[in-house]
């Protein structure tokens, strides 16, 4: 190995530990409160320390997460758009470089104290992966360790052929893009049927899933359907879901 | 269809949209507190009207589940061991009739108020069917409705050919069964990390997963390893456990 790496296996032990986004000690998201502050609680905390002395170290920041437990999700490295379309090319040619099954590009909803809003602000290099379900397993524990190796490769820090990681017996990658549109709601409350799984490719029209209701036998199941041709990147998988939420990701071709 | 079958798509609806095995009213685990009471508490009330009014009306009950969200597992059709010998065949019978990838004879640990002891006292043959993950997808409602309909067409309630649903590209059945050592369990708490996939065939002293400390960077990680030749049907993937917990679930051919 040529350079530095620093490897943080887990930010937020305590989250960690109790299989939560918030620490149990304050109630909070680390990823809601960057750049953080000294002098606040231990999530603030953990976002100072990481924001003012590991962030400044680095040129290029991996941030691995899993995805909901509720979902179903392609293994993707993943960006919000950035205004400095420099650093945002760079950006996307660093999560393409992990060649997983998708890079992609998706809209920030402005959601305010995220890790990688601090970093760019610092001109570094961003990439968040997502996998599915929020849990690890070896099939996906390999495809992470594939996509971070050929991220080293293509940085220089480690030499050897970057490789596409094997996923559901296939081997690709693809660029694509989710818009706010993209964003497939459930239209009321109650049980979601998904008729769909992640990596299709659906037809204006074609089936998402179905809304069935919980309050009233007599209610009529609903159709959830695609606005348009796209990919599936990612399908609630948890039953319930409440009015007005998100139950599936659909995506198309990047255009920069 | 010839004869009569009752659709419950839902026990409890609460502890359903609470996404929690515990009804939020009352805290309690309606697989728990089995016949129920008339005068208790929601679940209470809800275990008795399915004890008193449901289970009479029924030759055959099948209870569909899915497994942990902490969890990968094999789509199995289930069933405790059953003191009464010519039950217990039955119910073996009835739950290879599913064609489910994993027939399962488990340990029963003495839990006390389950539903599948309540019907079993009514001289009914139960089977109770486990997913993977706590959630539910696509092609796991594909091979769970096959599942029940290759169950009605042994019951003679509908026509039709039994298939072997596919998953993941394979279409077999296996009947197995786990003892007490067959639970894999964590030897101290931490990050456990699966090398191995539901499925896998496994040799004595094969690597299930390691543990890893979160407690100190220089605690030596431990290796899990098989205990003699099996299949692995259940792994943990919620990356946090505590100690002398469950990891893996490893089983072996059943003989009765």
Redesign the interface.
């Known amino acids: 190995m040529c350079g530095r790496v620093i490897v943080v296996?887990?930010l937020n032990?305590l989250a960690?530990?109790a299989?939560s986004r918030n620490t149990p000690l304050d109630g909070l998201n680390l990823n809601r409160v960057f750049p953080g502050r000294a002098n606040g609680s231990i999530t603030h905390r953990i976002a100072d320390a990481v924001s003012r002395v590991l962030l400044p170290m680095a040129d290029t920041v991996f941030d691995l997460h899993s995805f909901g437990?509720?979902w179903?999700c392609l293994p993707a490295a993943t960006t919000h758009p950035i205004a400095d379309p420099d650093l945002m090319a760079r950006t996307v040619r660093m999560a393409e470089a992990f060649k997983l099954p998708l890079t992609l590009v998706w809209p920030h909803n402005d959601t305010a104290g995220m890790f990688d809003i601090t970093a760019q602000n610092q001109g570094k290099v961003f990439v968040c992966s997502e996998f599915g379900?929020?849990?690890?397993?070896?099939?996906n524990?390999a495809i992470y360790e594939a996509g971070v190796r050929n991220a080293l490769i293509a940085l220089g820090l480690v030499e050897g052929k970057a490789d596409y990681p094997i996923f559901r017996?296939q081997s690709f990658a693809q660029t694509l893009e989710t818009r706010l549109s993209d964003e497939l709601k459930s239209p009321a409350p109650g049980?979601f049927?998904?008729?769909?799984?992640v990596l299709d490719e659906v037809k204006q029209g074609d089936l998402i899933g179905i809304l069935?209701s919980?309050n009233s036998l007599s209610a009529e199941s609903i159709d959830i359907r695609a606005p348009e041709t796209s990919i599936v990147l990612a399908?609630a998988?948890?039953?319930?879901v409440d009015a007005n939420k998100v139950v599936a990701y659909v995506a198309r071709p990047l255009k920069i």
């Open positions: 296996p887990v032990p960690l530990e299989w437990p509720k179903d379900g929020g849990t690890v397993g070896a099939d524990l017996h049980i049927e998904p008729r769909c799984s069935h919980m399908i998988s948890g039953a319930h």
